[in-house]
């Protein structure tokens, strides 16, 4: 499983792989400790929605009140900040002029807060004159539950605004509704993880394909495997085509990743199963789409009785570069190949009419279409593995085993109640032993007087 922004952005089955007995001490600590950011399945006594998992190695960075003293971002990187409710905060970009910038804003605020279906985050990209680049906003919607929002803002190399290379400028400011009234001005929590594209080598066509296969697959068949998913986009859960079962509380955001090479189409739905009470929630459940770079494609919502519903995503086109000439944004986001993000959540006002659960929820996973090879760049994208699918995940991806190779990881430590202490002693007491077995054989080869 890989893990784009940041210092690890290794393969943790390759690093166990590779490290030696004491590194692997420090990677079953590791393993332990951030277990919970996979998520175990909700059960009956465990009502509490978990907090969002910000990436390992997030950089704390103040946002400023004006551009003179916004503080530099650097791409490839994530970090963590955070936007009091009336306030336009700055951060600093140093762009070339051949590269495309992407920087995607995560808004996380407290679980306890007040929002509005309006309420929400925008994030734009300026240059050094002020201009804006692009601009995008993600609002909590109908749902009315404060849940991690995303905002994708981007300086694209190919269009007419924004040219050359030199400083460029991230706001990022709160949505304000006045609905709120005199709701708590409580601060949000923010992620940043800014990520650049560099042009193709080659000039290829500047269209949009104009036919591809919109219609909606049969469901799939065969019995749910239990996937619980990350909590933040860092720690989300690896699938692969199929049908998955997690449990969610109210007020509860699970995050997945699906490998999608050049040239594959995704497809996903996610079923509410029954519950008992008598009422009506809207929002009840969102399921969201997000791109490589976070990026959002479509969502959808559904609202809720108490008999099973499911929220389908609209079709999406085959994964191409020339897709980013297309006007729908569900076009045009779809625009490379790697980890797509499937979040859902579910709405924290489902508690007062059908109680605190646990609720079940099926999601299923489609990725259909012949995978190609996509265009040659005329530089390296930043991080260097962000539109990349190994060919492991790509395999995955139609078998539907991705994800499953830290399942016996996880089982290892929850079989018997196993804690940390217990493992950690294990590892020591092998590690010991076989240090003891290679001095025994260094004394036996030694001369004797």
């Not at 970009?93 to 679980?111: E, G, I, K, Q, S």
């Not at 919607?141 to 007419?160: C, H, I, N, Q």
């Not at 699938?239 to 969610?248: K, N, S």
Request: with cysteine; aromatic share 8%; net charge positive.
């Amino acid at each position: 499983m890989r893990r784009r922004y940041g210092p690890l952005a290794v393969s943790g089955a390759r690093a166990a792989r590779t490290a030696p007995l004491p590194g692997l001490c420090a990677l079953l600590v590791l393993s332990v400790a951030t277990t919970p950011a996979y998520g175990t399945p909700a059960t009956a006594g465990d009502t509490r929605p978990r907090s969002y998992a910000f990436a390992p190695g997030d950089r704390t960075v103040a946002g400023a009140p004006n551009p003179a003293t916004a503080e530099r971002l650097e791409p490839g990187r994530t970090y963590r900040s955070s936007l009091p409710r009336h306030g336009r905060l700055y951060y600093r970009l140093d762009l070339t002029a051949a590269d495309t910038a992407y920087v995607p804003v995560t808004a996380v605020p407290p679980a306890d807060a007040t929002v509005s279906a309006t309420d929400g985050v925008r994030v734009s990209v300026q240059d050094a004159h002020g201009t804006p680049c692009a601009y995008a906003a993600a609002r909590f919607g109908a749902g009315l539950s404060p849940r991690p929002v995303t905002a994708l803002a981007e300086r694209d190399a190919g269009k007419a605004l924004c040219q050359g290379g030199g400083t460029y400028y991230v706001l990022v400011q709160r949505l304000d509704d006045g609905a709120l009234g005199t709701a708590p001005a409580q601060r949000w929590d923010l992620e940043i993880a800014p990520a650049t594209e560099p042009r193709p080598a080659r000039a290829g066509s500047t269209s949009a394909p104009q036919t591809w296969d919109s219609a909606t697959p049969a469901p799939l068949g065969g019995t749910p495997r239990d996937r619980s998913g990350g909590t933040g986009f860092a720690s989300a859960r690896p699938l692969g085509q199929g049908v998955f079962r997690t449990a969610l509380v109210p007020g509860e955001t699970r995050f997945y990743e699906v490998p999608v090479d050049w040239g594959r189409q995704l497809h996903a739905s996610a079923e509410l199963a029954g519950a008992q009470g008598h009422g009506y929630v809207g929002g009840a459940l969102n399921l969201s789409l997000y791109n490589p770079v976070r990026g959002y494609v479509e969502d959808a919502a559904l609202g809720y009785t108490g008999t099973p519903k499911s929220a389908v995503l609209a079709p999406v086109p085959p994964v191409e570069y020339a897709n980013r000439y297309a006007a729908p944004a569900g076009v045009s986001s779809v625009r490379f190949a790697g980890d797509y993000y499937l979040v859902l959540h579910l709405s924290e006002q489902l508690a007062g009419t059908f109680g605190r659960g646990p609720f079940e929820v099926k999601l299923q996973v489609r990725v259909a279409g012949r995978a190609h090879a996509g265009p040659e760049y005329a530089g390296h994208p930043v991080p260097g593995d962000v539109f990349a699918v190994p060919a492991q995940d790509r395999e995955a991806a139609f078998t539907g085993s991705a994800g499953d190779g830290d399942e016996p990881v996880l089982k290892l430590i929850a079989f018997g109640g196993i804690g940390l202490g217990t493992v950690l002693l294990l590892v020591l007491a092998g590690w010991t032993l076989a240090a003891r077995r290679t001095q025994t054989r260094v004394n036996a080869q030694k001369p004797t007087a």
